[in-house]
T-cell receptor, first 117, second 113 residues
Framework: AQTVTQSQPEMSVQEAETVTLSCTYD???????LFWYKQPPSRQMILVIR??????QNATENRFSVNFQKAAKSFSLKISDSQLGDAAMYFC??????????????FGTGTLLAVQP | DARVTQTPRHKVTEMGQEVTMRCQPI?????VFWYRQTMMQGLELLAY????????DSGMPKDRFSAEMPDATLATLKIQPSEPRDSAVYFC???????????FGQGTRLTVV
């Protein structure tokens, strides 16, 4: 079964600084998608960025980028120029590409990010 | 704009009562997920549908929970009878198949007293 692990329950960053959130996963599949979701206090789950496993190039979305290491099964999120609005819970997620039940979307336990002014 | 709609947003009920939560997925999406979020357990996958057929409900307590998709525009999650330990935020999410991202509704905050 696939698993997603986030080993940092909480992180803190100064406004305008850079922070990296860690995520590792376990799977026997070769094709899959990885995601980072953000959950602010409003509790709305918002997609931040996604990475297709078959793409070697790391995904970027404005100030958000990932470091995808397929062999190491690692998928970290880097937030540059941190802003107060980035304060939220961040979830790493995995979704298989093929099959029935393996196509489900599973989440890590989350990292609570605080941004200090 | 397209969004997943969940009703109700908040529900307070007494132990033993039936609770029904509803979800309208984004039009055209063929995949629906139900999650439960608590401080202790995080985001737990309860059920997963594709083309209205249940593919995985292994995370759902079978004795009291049930999930259905009567049609492509409606997914329901029922708890009968409800218990205080069911208090949580329940999310519905929809998406397309083949590993793509899921879009979440705003959740139903359930409190069972």
């Amino acid at each position: 079964a696939q698993t997603v692990t986030q080993s940092q329950p909480e992180m803190s960053v100064q406004e305008a600084e850079t922070v990296t959130l860690s995520c590792t996963y376990d799977t026997s599949e070769s094709d899959y998608y990885l995601f980072w979701y953000k959950q602010p206090p409003s509790r709305q789950m918002i997609l931040v960025i996604r990475q297709e496993a078959y793409k070697q190039q790391n995904a970027t979305e404005n100030r958000f980028s990932v470091n995808f290491q397929k062999a190491a099964k690692s998928f970290s999120l880097k937030i540059s120029d941190s802003q107060l609005g980035d304060a939220a819970m961040y979830f790493c997620a995995y979704r298989g590409l093929y099959g029935g039940a393996t196509n489900k979307l599973i989440f890590g336990t989350g990292t609570l990010l605080a941004v200090q002014p | 704009d397209a969004r997943v709609t969940q009703t109700p947003r908040h529900k307070v009920t007494e132990m033993g009562q039936e609770v029904t939560m509803r979800c309208q997925p984004i039009l055209g999406h063929n995949t629906v997920f139900w999650y439960r979020q608590t401080m202790m357990q995080g985001l737990e996958l309860l059920a997963y549908f594709r083309n209205r057929a249940p593919l995985d409900d292994s995370g759902m307590p079978k004795d009291r929970f049930s999930a259905e998709m009567p049609d492509a525009t409606l997914a329901t999650l029922k708890i009968q009878p409800s218990e205080p330990r069911d208090s949580a935020v329940y999310f519905c999410a929809s998406g397309l198949g083949r590993g793509t991202e899921a879009f979440f509704g705003q959740g139903t905050r359930l409190t069972v007293v």
